[in-house]
């Protein structure tokens, strides 16, 4: 009688068997990116220098320029478009400074006959600041041109358009999915003799 109850009250506390979680990996499928790239035309003209058409409609801003780069998220792309404008207002700047020494010290040559060297000099620095200017501007010039060749080697798919990466690493773990398994408990009844009888 006393087996009988123990064996009762051992099988009666028996918890629920919970499995381990599985962690279910599901490998990413292989993103494909397609745009529809113009390439753009480059056209070198005796007063404007190097122009920029696309579709017959002219690239002229820089603005006109992220937008048809920013679709790409290509880091060199930017890097030079972004590098072309900043040096382009560089030479604006510089260029403007100089022309301002020149007209300064033409005019003071013009307006003084007696002492005209330090006109002479602030016009000749200011003819060496423009040139300083200038040569901002052909780095500029250069880096914007860089810049479309390498967004015409993807139009012409020399180069294939890599998609973006997640920046969320959160994302990137593996998703863990737990399943649960449960043991039917036992009921024990006893027979009419006193001993316990197993039921699922």
């Known amino acids: 009688m006393l087996r009988s109850l123990i064996l009762f009250v051992t099988i009666s506390i028996v918890p629920l068997t919970i499995c381990a979680q599985t962690a279910v990996v599901t490998p990413a499928a292989t993103a494909t990116v397609t745009l529809n790239l113009i390439p753009i035309d480059t056209r070198l003209t005796t007063l404007d220098g190097l122009t920029y058409t696309q579709s017959g409609d002219e690239v002229k801003s820089y603005q006109d ?22 040096v382009f207002v560089t ?18 040559l013009l307006t003084n006959s007696s002492n005209q060297i330090p006109w002479l000099i602030t016009a000749a620095g200011g003819g060496v600041v423009f040139d300083i200017g200038t040569l901002f501007g052909a780095d500029a010039q250069t880096s914007k041109f860089n810049a479309v060749q390498r967004y015409n080697r993807f139009a012409y798919g020399r180069e294939q358009v890599l998609p973006q990466t997640t920046t969320d690493e959160k994302s990137m773990l593996p998703v863990a999915v737990p399943s649960f398994a449960s043991t039917p408990s036992a009921t024990m009844t006893p027979d009419n003799k006193g001993q316990v009888n197993a039921h699922q």
Not at 95 to 107: D, F, N, P
């Open 91 to 108: 030479s604006k700047l510089v260029e403007s400074a100089g022309l301002i020494g020149v007209v300064v010290g033409v005019a003071g």
């Open 65 to 86: 320029f992220h937008s048809i780069f920013d679709p790409l998220n290509d880091f060199e792309m930017e890097r030079l478009i972004h590098h072309s404008e900043s």
